[in-house]
């Protein structure tokens, strides 16, 4: 890990006094580590219209409590994919953390055991999903990215499943990165050793070799993009349940459905795909109508305060997606940082769950939120 030389704090497993929610462990983070690596893990792309868009589209849902409720018998629980978790709350894949701190995605793994999180281990993980594996006591899934050939992914499938990850979810939405121009400013490269330990054993691609006319992004870098095809293919490889994540239309749920996938991710990449997509809040009731009350829909994108997770939850999600965080907590603690950021947001559900008078997660629905943008303009209409 390279620490930023101007900063006075240093990464390790001391929570800084004063740490009391996400966003202070952002802005501790971008003290802690090199501005090019910050930009790397905190940008967007484009202009970061929907990066933006993922954190703002969460104002627009007020909370509408109801008093008097008994929630001495309150709980978190839930079943996902026949597994039993202690919150809706899991860590979501995010590649290469070795850049922010020495014992990289042990350490996430380490603080999901203790706080009893589920985790999904990135295929692009620092070191190899081995030990990531052996460190989790808790819910295990796997995030697979397809690989240049169906050897290669199906190399990381055996692994993943001789390791007892539970379920592999797919990632959809980058068959080639978003124009993400802070991190071409900032000058960022990623390390050409040990970014990504998962693929140290695979064979090196064929060149593709172009024709002048031809595009290096559609005939290039697209023809080794999965299809659905490729989905139906892994799908007859594995009997581990299988998610999509990046999926925003509602169609492209209904035909993850029709498929016989275990269900979805709300995604968008954090932002970090194509800007000037909706934010995942936005889709997320359309995608949850589209497919009916029992297909599991998770969610990803600008979740910061456990009133997130709420919202989330109320409007359709069984569980969200923590990213960024996870990395901004383990750059700035270690495995006790991560640790804390999990209780951090579990302890703010609890209270928003109480306070709002939802003593279970089946009790959180569409009544208990207040669309403040829909007031707004039905008192605009009156004064007319």
């Known amino acids: ?38 930009e790397y893990l905190a940008s967007g792309c484009a ?61 996430t793994a380490e603080a ?47 692994r993943a499943e001789v390791c007892g990850f539970s379920a592999l ?21 990623l390390p050409e050793e040990g970014s990504a330990a998962n693929l140290s054993n695979q064979s090196a691609p064929e060149p593709i070799v172009l024709e002048p006319h031809e595009s290096i992004i559609f005939q290039g870098l697209m023809r080794e993009a999965p299809t659905w095809q490729d989905i139906e293919w892994l799908k007859s490889q594995t009997d581990m349940p299988i998610l999509l994540k990046g999926i925003l239309h509602p169609a492209d749920a209904v035909r993850c459905q ?20 909706p934010s995942t809040m936005a889709m997320l009731p359309l995608v949850r109508e589209a497919v009916g009350k029992e297909f599991p829909v998770l969610l990803d994108g600008g979740i910061r305060r456990g009133a997130d997770v709420f919202k989330a939850l109320a409007l359709g999600a069984d569980a969200v997606l923590i990213g960024r965080p996870q990395v901004f907590a383990l750059a700035v603690a270690g495995a006790l940082g991560v640790a804390h950021m999990l209780k951090l947001l ?34 605009s209409m009156r004064k007319v």
């Not at 190899?128 to 990381?156: C, H, V």
């Open 1 to 38: 890990m390279r620490m930023n030389p101007d900063s006075p704090m240093k990464s390790g497993s001391v929570i800084p006094p004063g740490t009391v929610c996400l966003e202070d462990y952002e802005r501790l983070a971008r003290e802690v580590l090199p501005h090019d690596v910050y």
């Open 47 to 107: 202009d970061d219209l929907t990066l933006a868009s993922n954190r703002s589209s969460f104002d627009r849902w007020q909370i509408l409590p109801r008093m008097l409720t008994d929630c001495t018998q309150g709980s978190t629980e839930l079943t996902l994919l026949g597994e039993k978790f202690r919150h809706p709350i899991l860590l979501a894949p995010v590649a290469h953390q070795g850049l922010v701190h020495p014992d990289a995605e042990l350490a």
């Open 112 to 158: 999901a055991a203790i706080m009893e999180a589920g985790m999904i281990a990135s295929t692009l993980s620092s070191v190899p999903m081995e030990g990531i594996a052996n460190q989790l006591q808790s819910n295990k899934w796997f995030q697979l990215y397809f690989q240049k050939d169906r050897n290669g992914t199906l190399d990381l499938i055996r």
């Open 169 to 189: 979810i797919v990632t959809v939405d980058v068959p080639v990165n978003g124009v993400r121009n802070r991190v071409q400013r900032s000058g960022f490269r």
């Open 258 to 277: 029709e498929l016989g996938l275990q269900g979805i991710v709300v995604s968008n990449h954090g932002g970090r795909s194509l800007d000037t997509v």
């Open 346 to 379: 579990r302890d703010e559900l609890e209270i928003t769950m109480a306070l709002a008078g939802c003593p279970s997660l089946a009790r959180i629905g569409r009544e208990a939120l207040f669309d403040a943008t829909s007031y707004s303009n039905e008192l």
